[in-house]
């Protein structure tokens, strides 16, 4: 009976993370809501503008709505652009409001230094500079990243285990700060 119960707890953690991995898949949403160009092909080309004087803006029913930022499309631009270097097998990237963490998983053909400066300016490039950003080549640090998939600034522990896993992180290189 207990090596019942403990198979079915192995069972459910194996279809938990499953689960997990399809709901991070970044190919499930391909389509209108991923591609720009779907509908539109130039949209990819297109340049964007906008301009207002001050008048239109202090008329616009909108101008005090919230800026946002929609980190979980950040994350995603930055694992896939770290992707692309032939270097990288797996890419893990968690975007808060304050930092970007990324974990890796590479192969021999950098060595950990470069491909944590690759991750890094990966980032940078991408991310307003205000954001601090931490790499690892720890790939324990993927799952844990994983587990906050679903997390917000507003949970009991988030602090706590962002400082955890920051301090992780800052054992493994952390690329040049050029």
Do not use: W
């Amino acid at each position: 009976m207990i090596a019942l119960t403990g198979c079915t707890t192995d069972n459910s953690l194996r279809d938990e993370h499953e689960k997990i991995a399809d709901e991070l898949d970044p190919t499930r949403d391909e389509g209108p809501v991923r591609d720009p160009g779907y509908e539109d092909p130039e949209a990819n080309s297109r340049l964007g503008y906008v301009n207002y004087t001050k008048e239109q803006f202090e008329q616009d029913p909108e101008r005090n709505r919230v800026i946002t930022m929609n980190r979980t499309e950040m994350a995603d631009i930055i694992t896939r652009v770290i992707l692309r270097h032939e270097a990288f097998d797996e890419v893990a990237t968690l975007v808060t409001g304050e930092e970007v963490l990324i974990a890796y998983e590479k192969n021999d053909l950098l060595e950990a230094n470069e491909a944590a400066d690759v991750a890094r300016k990966s980032a940078e490039s991408i991310m307003p500079r205000h954001f601090e950003i931490y790499v690892s080549d720890n790939n324990v640090l993927i799952r844990d990243i994983e587990s906050l998939h679903n997390s917000t600034t507003k949970d009991p522990d988030y602090d706590n285990t962002i400082e955890q896993i920051i301090t992780e992180m800052k054992k493994s290189p952390q690329g040049r700060d050029d």
